[in-house]
Nanobody, 115 residues
């Protein structure tokens, strides 16, 4: 089995930045695509960004230019640098990972953007 643990969330003022981290552990031989999703209260979970094992990234239009996804394959980690944060970015951020075509999810880390 594989476990994912997110960290790095917190309370930040509008315009601030955070770096979210997701660590994968367990029975891992290789990880294909990794991604970040978010879910605000009352909303559906939405895709934020993905990154392939080769480093190709995809971003939702709402975060393009502000967020950057990256990964460290040797450490089985994926990161999300979130800049120029807006109140509408407030959500629980979840990472996921494709391990041998099985998708795993973490429990999420809370990002709150407020004055």
């Amino acid at each position: 089995q594989v476990q994912l643990v997110e960290s790095g969330g917190g309370l930040v003022q509008p315009g601030g930045s955070l770096r979210l981290s997701c660590a994968a552990s367990g029975t891992i031989f290789s990880i294909n695509t990794m991604g970040w999703y978010r879910q605000a209260p009352g909303n559906q979970r939405e895709l934020v960004a993905t990154i392939t094992s080769g480093g190709s990234a995809y971003y939702a239009d709402s975060v393009k230019g502000r967020f950057t996804i990256s990964r460290d394959n040797a450490k089985n980690r994926v990161y999300l640098q979130v800049n120029s944060l807006k109140p509408e970015d407030t959500a629980v951020y979840f990472c996921n990972a494709d391990v041998l075509s099985v998708y795993y999810w973490g429990q999420g880390t809370q990002v709150t953007v407020s004055s």
